[in-house]
């Protein structure tokens, strides 16, 4: 079964009655010597994904900004840096990422936000970021007073909203004029010819995010139309924008069964290509979950294996401050035992230790037998795992690992109790 999932997922079984693989590296060992719940990243995989959108937008000037959100951790952005990513940010603390693993690709790096702050955009300003894609007429009005401050020119995009649907979960779907995101595209003509008069401030370009996990090219299609419509009339006004920012949002399969990425990635990309029309500027996108979902897993002991009325509870040292995908968006992540054992699959929930019914994994799902002890992976974690982590329950947060062929990083070391309890006074 695994096996036909190698082409979307960087775990296998080398062979029957192995251990699940990631790369020359046994998840088993892994556990081993870095303990359980464990981040395992694959950084192949992400390189190999960074190259599908290279390849497939390779006739047009063009720049992948990995969104950071997706999956922050250093030694990854380091990673896209050395590969030529630029990346999408949204918090000055995403600035410091950027800035700590790979300086040198500030100019490269958009600022996306609702809510950016003074303090966030000087920091953005001094450090040279590329543009700040803006999504309130006020936030334009702040721009420009600390552009001017600065005598720092801004280049921005303006962040529209082009009212387009995107079928995803309705917490991550923005595209729509009832959310809170980005300028209602009819209003942004006028914004550019007032901003264009502005000496601190540079129209660079247009931006558009319409959702997350969308799974069809369809809409992204329909969105960049829009866009392209408005660039021409800006270019009527005398205003030639030089990038056309067509976020984030390229969706992956979680579901077990084959998923062809390039295919994907190229029907993406001429959807967008095609909506583009005549414009001869540059196309920045904004991926995140593309490119790291599927190159990680969640490695979770079992710790005990219960029973309730009809119901079977697998119960995993890893739980929903580790992961909160499930309990969140009712997310669906493919748990496999990472040594199979022989035997018939049970319908059980796999949950985690956290005081809270929403703590779960799976809810009545046929998973191959496991016992107390035994190792899972949850796949398909790479994106939104870590960074929407806490230390609810008072939990360190899981190390990470990154493993390139046979090589094994420690990207970050599990936290101490020390760590939890170092900001606070008795
Ligand atoms: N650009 C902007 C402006 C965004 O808001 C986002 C994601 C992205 C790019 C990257 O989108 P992606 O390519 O990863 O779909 N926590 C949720 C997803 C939230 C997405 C937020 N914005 C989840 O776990 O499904």
Same mark, same amino acid.
């Given at each position: 079964m695994i096996k036909q999932e190698t082409s979307s997922r960087? @775990? @296998?079984?080398?062979?029957?009655?192995a251990a699940l693989h990631c790369g020359g590296v046994s998840l088993e060992s892994m556990a081993r010597r870095f303990d359980t719940p464990l981040y395992v990243y694959s950084a192949d995989q992400i390189v190999e994904r960074l190259r599908l959108f290279e390849q497939a937008l390779a006739g047009r000037e063009h720049l992948v900004c990995y969104s950071v959100k997706a999956n922050s951790a250093l030694a990854i952005l380091k990673l896209l840096a050395e590969n030529g990513a630029g990346f999408d940010i949204v918090s000055g603390g995403e600035l410091e990422r950027v800035l700590a693993a790979a300086p040198e690709a500030v100019g490269r790096v958009v600022f996306s936000g609702v809510g950016k702050t003074a303090a966030e955009i000087d920091l953005a300003l001094k450090a040279g970021i590329l543009a700040f894609n803006v999504e309130s007429e006020a936030e334009l009005k702040l721009l420009a007073a600390r552009a001017r401050k600065h005598t720092i020119r801004a280049r921005f995009a303006l962040r529209v909203n082009p009212d387009v649907f995107a079928e995803t979960h309705p917490y991550i779907s923005t595209g729509l004029r009832e959310h809170k995101f980005g300028i209602d595209i009819r209003r942004a003509l006028g914004i550019y010819k007032s901003a264009a008069? #502005? !000496?601190?401030? #540079?129209?660079h370009g247009v931006s558009v995010h319409i959702g997350s996990?969308? !799974?069809?090219a369809e809409p992204f299609g329909a969105a960049i139309e829009r866009v392209s419509k408005l660039v021409r009339q800006l270019r009527r006004e005398g205003i030639e924008l030089q990038t056309v920012n067509a976020g984030g949002g390229l969706g992956v399969d979680y579901h077990a069964g084959a998923f062809d990425a390039a295919a994907k990635v190229e029907e993406y990309a001429a959807a967008i290509e095609d909506a583009l029309g005549d414009f001869e500027g540059r196309l920045l996108i904004e991926p995140g979950r593309f490119l790291v979902a599927q190159a990680g897993a969640l490695v979770a002991r079992v710790l005990y294996v219960k029973r309730n009325g009809k119901k079977t509870f697998v119960i995993t040292d890893a739980a929903m401050n580790d992961l909160i995908r499930p309990a969140l968006y009712q997310a669906w992540h493919e748990i496999v035992p990472v040594r199979p054992r022989a035997g018939k699959a049970r319908v059980v929930d796999v949950v985690g230790p956290?005081?809270?019914?929403?703590? @779960?994994?799976? !809810?009545d799902r046929k998973l191959a037998p496991v016992l107390p002890g035994d190792l899972v992976a949850l796949l398909d974690a790479g994106a939104y795992g870590m960074t929407q982590s806490s230390n609810y329950n008072t939990r360190p947060r899981p190390a990470e690992v990154l493993i390139e062929g046979k090589k094994v990083r420690l990207i970050r070391r599990r936290e101490t109790m020390a760590d939890l309890l170092a900001p606070e006074v008795v």
């Amino acid at each position: 079964m695994i096996k036909q999932e190698t082409s979307s997922r960087p @775990f @296998f079984y080398p062979q029957p009655g192995a251990a699940l693989h990631c790369g020359g590296v046994s998840l088993e060992s892994m556990a081993r010597r870095f303990d359980t719940p464990l981040y395992v990243y694959s950084a192949d995989q992400i390189v190999e994904r960074l190259r599908l959108f290279e390849q497939a937008l390779a006739g047009r000037e063009h720049l992948v900004c990995y969104s950071v959100k997706a999956n922050s951790a250093l030694a990854i952005l380091k990673l896209l840096a050395e590969n030529g990513a630029g990346f999408d940010i949204v918090s000055g603390g995403e600035l410091e990422r950027v800035l700590a693993a790979a300086p040198e690709a500030v100019g490269r790096v958009v600022f996306s936000g609702v809510g950016k702050t003074a303090a966030e955009i000087d920091l953005a300003l001094k450090a040279g970021i590329l543009a700040f894609n803006v999504e309130s007429e006020a936030e334009l009005k702040l721009l420009a007073a600390r552009a001017r401050k600065h005598t720092i020119r801004a280049r921005f995009a303006l962040r529209v909203n082009p009212d387009v649907f995107a079928e995803t979960h309705p917490y991550i779907s923005t595209g729509l004029r009832e959310h809170k995101f980005g300028i209602d595209i009819r209003r942004a003509l006028g914004i550019y010819k007032s901003a264009a008069k #502005e !000496r601190w401030l #540079e129209p660079h370009g247009v931006s558009v995010h319409i959702g997350s996990q969308i !799974r069809s090219a369809e809409p992204f299609g329909a969105a960049i139309e829009r866009v392209s419509k408005l660039v021409r009339q800006l270019r009527r006004e005398g205003i030639e924008l030089q990038t056309v920012n067509a976020g984030g949002g390229l969706g992956v399969d979680y579901h077990a069964g084959a998923f062809d990425a390039a295919a994907k990635v190229e029907e993406y990309a001429a959807a967008i290509e095609d909506a583009l029309g005549d414009f001869e500027g540059r196309l920045l996108i904004e991926p995140g979950r593309f490119l790291v979902a599927q190159a990680g897993a969640l490695v979770a002991r079992v710790l005990y294996v219960k029973r309730n009325g009809k119901k079977t509870f697998v119960i995993t040292d890893a739980a929903m401050n580790d992961l909160i995908r499930p309990a969140l968006y009712q997310a669906w992540h493919e748990i496999v035992p990472v040594r199979p054992r022989a035997g018939k699959a049970r319908v059980v929930d796999v949950v985690g230790p956290i005081c809270e019914t929403g703590d @779960f994994f799976a !809810r009545d799902r046929k998973l191959a037998p496991v016992l107390p002890g035994d190792l899972v992976a949850l796949l398909d974690a790479g994106a939104y795992g870590m960074t929407q982590s806490s230390n609810y329950n008072t939990r360190p947060r899981p190390a990470e690992v990154l493993i390139e062929g046979k090589k094994v990083r420690l990207i970050r070391r599990r936290e101490t109790m020390a760590d939890l309890l170092a900001p606070e006074v008795v």
